[in-house]
């Protein structure tokens, strides 16, 4: 996993719980590089669960609420990073159709040891989009929150459902319609 989506995520946990928090959830956790993360560097998936799974346990907060909360935090982290990976969309839908096959490809282009999700369109018209994410690291808290946050950039709003196709969470259905 990219260090990018560590950095941001002791990030977020410095102003949602404090540093303190942050001290806690590393030094509990045996963790490969010590807590150190560059935003370039790559480090074992396993220490991000080592990370939110401490979280959880210091905040009592569901691990799952979490991710999924992190997933609202990154968005803007990952779009102010990397502003030319978004500045050819003008609205949300238009975004979301285009991740598998360009944000992401750009992504891999950047960083080309990133581990992506696959996102396959099922539908789409001007209203609403149906996509089925699949990884083998079940984010799709995290993908929820991000979709989120992909309708506030552009100053709108969606209703997000989503199914589990597998109960680990590493194939989900979305259904995402535009409010408004
Ligand atoms: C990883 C979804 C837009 C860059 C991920 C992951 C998810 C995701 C769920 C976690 C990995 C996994 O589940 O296997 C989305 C969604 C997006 C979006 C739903 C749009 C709403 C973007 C944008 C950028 C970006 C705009 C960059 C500007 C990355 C990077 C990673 C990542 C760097 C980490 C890869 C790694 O750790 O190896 N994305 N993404 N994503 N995404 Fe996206």
Redesign the pocket.
Known sequence: ??G??FTEFLEMVEIKFGLETVDNIIENGHLPSEGIYTSVG?YEFNEMVTLITNLSEETKIPAGDLIYAFGLYL?AG??N??PE??KNYNSPLG??YC?EDH??VH?KKL?P?????T?KILDKTDTKIVMV?S?S?G?YR??HG??EK?FEHFGGSATITYDLLKEDGTEVKFDIVQNG
């Open positions: 996993m990219k990018i989506v790559t968005f990952l779009a990073s990397h990976v978004i975004l979301l991740i944000i992401h992504v960083y040891d990133a581990e992506l999700p996102f994410y990884s690291r984010l995290l993908a991000l979709i992909a």
